[in-house]
């Protein structure tokens, strides 16, 4: 599928799916003319970053763990550990306050 379709498939802009593919996170394959093809596993990565964006990780975050997560289809992956507890030491601390 080219970039257009899957933006539409995922709600997610063209200009962040440039951005995706500049940091790591998604690797179309680039046909004669230049232009990407995605396969549709492309579809299931894009929904777990914006889940991971929304989460409030970085894109620099989300590249360090994500073949990990989709591999194992979510299950659990050392390399998330440490995210996790940051991003939730972070949340508590302003409810502590």
Partial sequence: ???GELSRLTGVSIRS????EKQGLITPQRQPNGYRE?????VETV?????YLQLGLTTEQIAGFLTCVLQN?????AEVM???RQKLAESTDGFWS
């Fill in 47 to 51: 929904e777990t970053i914006k889940l």
């Fill in 38 to 42: 995605f396969t549709p596993l492309a």
């Fill in 82 to 84: 440490p995210v996790y």
């Fill in 73 to 77: 289809k979510e299950a659990f992956c």
């Fill in 1 to 3: 599928m080219k970039i």
């Fill in 17 to 20: 799916l440039r951005h995706y």
